[in-house]
């Protein structure tokens, strides 16, 4: 089936620093990608469309400059977390379709702790 | 509003227990799909229902869409530690344009 990866999968990073991370689908190509963030044992918190070639399209409540989304080509998206500061430690996950409609694969997720 | 609901979100049972997740909606799915996902880790697809009324089995795991295609249940036989995760299901529906979420059941199988 159809893999999707990130990276990295855990990040520690200081208060007022930006962390990237990538979104790559390996045997496909996602024109589409979304963006997820997940407290512990909650569901997925749909942050942000990803559109190749795009300007994304992000969720009610979600900060734009906070969290910048860049899909540049149609195997790689990344989540950029500007000026991280601790409330911003979760895990983000991401996911592009490639199966039958409505089917989405995931990502290994990738934990952000800003100390 | 939760556009999807599941109950129960939280779940612990011993080995050996059947169990019944459900996941329902006042709104028509046009699929519905069943995730798990275990923690640390991205969720994995387990299984795609679009039919109305039905059935679909991977070994222990029944899945069932129902007849109007709002609801959905995910039966799993003989539980086993390693069916501990969060199990989640989502759908795409005509009204909105992305994949909807429900919030999640989170179930223990304790050995």
């Known amino acids: 089936g159809a893999v999707v990866s990130q990276h990295p999968s855990w990040v520690i990073c200081k208060s007022g620093t930006s962390v990237k991370i990538e979104c790559r689908s390996l045997?496909?190509?996602?024109?589409?990608m979304f963006w997820y963030r997940q407290f512990p044992k909650q569901s997925l918190m749909l942050m942000a469309t990803?559109?190749?070639?795009?300007?994304?399209?992000?969720e009610q409540g979600v900060e734009k400059d906070k969290f910048l989304i860049n899909h540049a080509s149609l195997t790689l998206s990344t989540l950029t977390v500007t000026s991280a500061h601790p409330e911003d430690s979760s895990f983000y996950i991401c996911?592009?379709?490639?199966?039958?409609?409505?089917?989405?694969?995931f990502g290994e997720g990738s934990r952000l702790t800003v100390l | 509003t939760q556009l999807l609901e599941q109950s129960p979100q939280f779940l612990s049972i011993q080995e050996g227990e059947n169990l019944t997740v459900y996941c329902n909606s006042s709104?028509?799915?046009?699929?519905l799909q069943w995730y798990r996902q275990e923690p640390g880790e991205g969720p994995v697809l387990l299984v795609t229902?679009?039919?109305?009324?039905e059935v679909k089995k991977l070994k222990r795991l029944t899945f069932q869409f129902g007849d109007a295609r709002k609801d959905s249940s995910l039966h799993i036989t003989a539980a086993q530690p390693g069916d501990t995760g969060l199990y989640l299901c989502?759908?795409?529906?005509?009204?909105?344009?992305?994949?909807?979420f429900g919030p999640g059941t989170s179930l223990s199988v304790i050995p």
């Open positions: 045997d496909f190509q996602a024109t589409t």
């Open positions: 996911s592009a379709g490639g199966g039958g409609p409505g089917e989405l694969f």
């Open positions: 989502a759908g795409d529906t005509t009204s909105y344009d992305k994949v909807i």
């Open positions: 229902v679009v039919t109305g009324g």
């Open positions: 990803s559109n190749e070639g795009s300007k994304a399209t992000y």
């Open positions: 709104s028509v799915f046009s699929s």
